[in-house]
């Protein structure tokens, strides 16, 4: 059971606009920012989104995060067959002292 | 350029122990703080294990506090994992990580080793 929540799943036709939610407490998203991973199979997972909504160099545009409360949101418009992956959010949690993971979204491109 | 290598996985049988390590190059590697995550096959990212620049900061996961052991050498810009008592739950890739900064606060990680399989099996 991860810390934080994420749907196990997602799916989005090419050219569509889709979210991913996650949801945490206070002790992690609630005060510390949130970050989001993508992980193609077989790779490392590579940083999509930092500080809630801040991208990486080379991450393209069609890729934004949002943050309120004690939850978080990544967005992907414009829709790719390559950004068919499983997506992480992740936070620092002051209770563990430790950063903890969603349990993983797995995006279908339709 | 910034690369992490990480090493010294293999399949051992429940009880045993295993080091793993990870070479660091391209960035001045006592200027951040490391850290350990690893998944299990086909499941999500779970941080074992995190250790500030000077090593005076060190913190683990419940599930591994007691058998693992975190330490670095920054004369030889190296990062290690001893994994004690190894348990069949500890099977996952491990990924050795670069923190956000020197602290070990922090959860946005740019730079991630290749991973390196650890197998626990009788």
């Known amino acids: 059971q991860s810390v934080l929540t994420q749907p196990p799943s997602a799916s989005g036709t090419p050219g569509q606009r889709v979210t991913i939610s996650c949801s945490g407490s206070?002790?992690?998203?609630?005060?510390?920012?949130v970050n989001w991973y993508q992980q193609l199979p077989g790779t490392a997972p590579k940083l999509l989104i930092y500080?809630?909504?801040q991208r990486p160099s080379g991450v393209p545009d069609r890729f934004s995060g949002s943050k309120s409360g004690t939850s978080a949101s990544l967005a992907i418009s414009g829709l790719q067959s390559e950004d068919e992956a499983d997506y992480y959010c992740?936070?620092?949690?002051?209770?563990?002292?430790?950063?903890?993971f969603g349990g993983g979204t797995k995006l279908t491109v339709l | 350029e910034v690369q992490l290598v990480d090493s010294g996985g293999g399949l051992v049988q429940p009880g045993r122990s295993l080091r793993l390590s990870c070479a660091a190059s391209?960035?001045?590697?006592?200027?951040?703080?490391m850290h350990w995550v690893r998944q299990a096959p086909g499941k999500g990212l779970e941080w074992v294990s995190g250790?500030?620049?000077?090593?005076?900061?060190?913190g683990y996961a419940d599930s591994v506090k007691g058998r693992f052991t975190i330490s670095r050498d920054n004369a030889k810009n190296s990062l290690y994992l001893q994994m004690n008592s190894l348990r069949v739950e500890d099977t996952a890739f491990y990924f050795c990580?670069?923190?956000?900064?020197?602290?070990?606060?922090?959860?946005?990680?740019?730079?991630w080793g290749q991973g390196t399989l650890v197998t626990v099996s009788s």
């Open positions: 990580v670069k923190g956000e900064r020197g602290v070990l606060m922090g959860a946005s990680y740019v730079s």
């Open positions: 391209g960035f001045t590697f006592d200027d951040y703080a």
């Open positions: 250790i500030s620049w000077n090593s005076g900061n060190i």
């Open positions: 206070s002790s992690n998203i609630g005060y510390n920012t």
């Open positions: 500080s809630n909504n």
């Open positions: 992740a936070a620092w949690d002051d209770s563990l002292n430790g950063p903890v």
